[in-house]
């Protein structure tokens, strides 16, 4: 069969200034996967391994890079104009069932996480009312923040959000004097420490690559590229230039929440059980302000959680309830905010999580093992979704189609997924 006849592509270019007003798509897209998984795993493993596990944060990203960065590319790029979604769907009409059914299910169980995190953070911080009340005041503010143009309002509040979270934990990174050589070995020596309990090596690697690679929640970009109005292959240069950019920030977040666990949490022996554990040890190495700046980033990861999910989440499950019931989309149009339904689905995510938050639930950090674990269930359907995609001749020109690499990174996620998945459900039932 005959290849298409490949296009010339005109990718735009932008001055400095528009390069920086450019930015967005991937801010609000870290920033909503950037939540408690990244916060607890970093410092957990950190705490207990010290710099030995990093290797696995480095993977853990790289994927969740490549694998966002082919779904963009899939979006800007397809020559017959589907989107990400209806790509799946031809795959298998599996696809658009799971990803309605799992996105309802795991935008809830993640801003479970996220709610219970902030009304935490918050009442230790202030010193006052309790988490359930503080997490009620957080849900409602969120209510404020998405009426009306939500995805502006969102960028703007996501930037703000990123310059708090980038200063704190930086800033308490450095302060508690990383070892730069330790950090080197950690990340190319692929060792697996021995673990016990609940913080197992493996547990926690299964719960980095859940956090940071695995979830829904990488397709919150390429929804977050269509409100942004990036739609042909013309966007191609600007999205992955502005997604590399928002990648480095994650790995900057992450490695100094890293660091704070490695060299304040680990030679003081402390275990992270709940996020008072890890502001007791700045507090008492930089006194009452080093708590203050910790739960102020705390704040800050999980509150863009919180309305990242309430309003990409409600459009997932939207997008494929339309690949469903397409007379539904010719009801109510294609923008997923037109259905009726995304306003109770927002509702829903934001809401029915405060059953968590009340006394005697699961804590924050167990919450975020568990929604990280669910995580990794998203993976593999992800990545053979992707792989079988970029490799139909129809979809893609050759010169947008999958590298060798990738198919492997897709392919070895997969693997390690599953596997993971098995071990951590056999230690379950051992």
Same mark, same amino acid.
Request: glycine share 10%; with cysteine; charged share 15%.
């Given at each position: ?23 967005? /798509? ?22 207990? *391994? ?8 480095? #993977?853990?990203?790289? @994927? ?7 779904? !963009? ?20 009409? $599996? ?14 169980? +993640? ?8 009304? +935490? !953070?918050? %009442? ?6 309790? /988490? ?17 143009? @939500? ?10 959000? &990123? ?5 704190? $934990?930086?800033? #308490? ?8 050589? %330790? ?12 673990? +016990? ?23 919150? *970009? ?12 013309? *966007? =191609? ?7 590399? $950019?928002? +990648?480095?920030?994650?790995?900057? &977040? ?12 680990? /030679? ?33 990861? &999980? ?44 509702? $829903? ?29 998203? &993976? ?7 792989? !079988?995609?970029?490799?139909?001749? =129809?979809? #893609? ?6 590298? /060798? ?26």
């Amino acid at each position: 069969m005959n290849e298409q006849k490949e296009e010339k592509v005109v990718f735009k270019k932008l001055s400095g200034k528009q390069a920086i007003m450019a930015l967005g /798509p991937g801010i609000v897209y870290v920033l909503t996967a950037m939540g408690a998984g990244d916060l607890v795993d970093s410092s957990v493993a950190g705490s207990h *391994y010290g710099y030995a596990l990093m290797w696995a944060l480095a #993977l853990a990203i790289l @994927v969740r890079f490549l694998v966002v960065n082919i779904m !963009a590319r899939f979006e800007l790029c397809n020559t017959r104009r589907i989107t990400l979604f209806q790509g799946y769907a031809e795959v298998t009409k $599996f696809f658009p069932i799971f990803f309605a059914a799992f996105g309802i299910f795991l935008g809830h169980t +993640t801003n479970a996480t996220m709610i219970t995190g902030v009304g +935490t !953070a918050l %009442a230790n911080m202030f010193g006052v009312g309790s /988490p359930f009340l503080w997490s009620v005041i957080a849900v409602v503010s969120c209510l404020f923040i998405t009426r009306g143009n @939500v995805y502006q309002k969102l960028e703007n509040v996501m930037k703000v959000l &990123l310059a708090i979270m980038t200063v704190c $934990f930086i800033g #308490l990174a450095i302060a508690s004097g990383p070892d730069a050589g %330790a950090m080197v070995k950690g990340t190319i020596g692929f060792s697996i420490p021995e673990g +016990t309990g609940m913080f197992g090596a493996l547990t926690l690697i299964m719960s980095l690559i859940g956090a940071v690679a695995g979830s829904l929640t990488n397709f919150l *970009y390429p929804h977050s590229m269509k409100e942004k109005g990036w739609t042909d292959p013309s *966007y =191609k240069k600007i999205q992955r230039n502005e997604l590399l $950019f928002s +990648t480095f920030m994650l790995i900057v &977040l992450n490695l100094s929440i890293w660091v704070v666990g490695a060299e304040i949490l680990r /030679p003081a022996g402390i275990e992270v059980e709940e996020l008072s554990d890890i502001a007791q040890a700045l507090s008492m190495n930089f006194g009452n302000i080093g708590s203050v700046i910790f739960y102020l980033g705390v704040f800050g990861t &999980l509150y863009s959680t919180i309305l990242g999910v309430a309003n990409g989440y409600s459009s997932i499950v939207i997008d494929n309830i339309h690949i469903l019931k397409p007379e539904r989309e010719e009801k109510y149009g294609k923008k997923a905010e037109d259905d009726p339904l995304y306003k109770y689905l927002s509702l $829903f995510y934001l809401f029915t999580p405060l059953i968590w938050a009340l006394p005697g639930m699961p804590d924050f950090v167990v919450l975020t093992l568990i929604n990280n674990i669910f995580n990794t269930v998203a &993976l593999p359907a992800i990545s053979v979704g992707l792989v !079988a995609m970029s490799l139909n001749k =129809k979809n #893609l020109p050759k010169q947008f189609r999958n590298n /060798p690499l990738e198919n492997v990174v897709l392919i070895g996620a997969v693997c390690l997924a599953i596997y993971g998945a098995i071990k951590i459900v056999m230690g379950f039932f051992a």
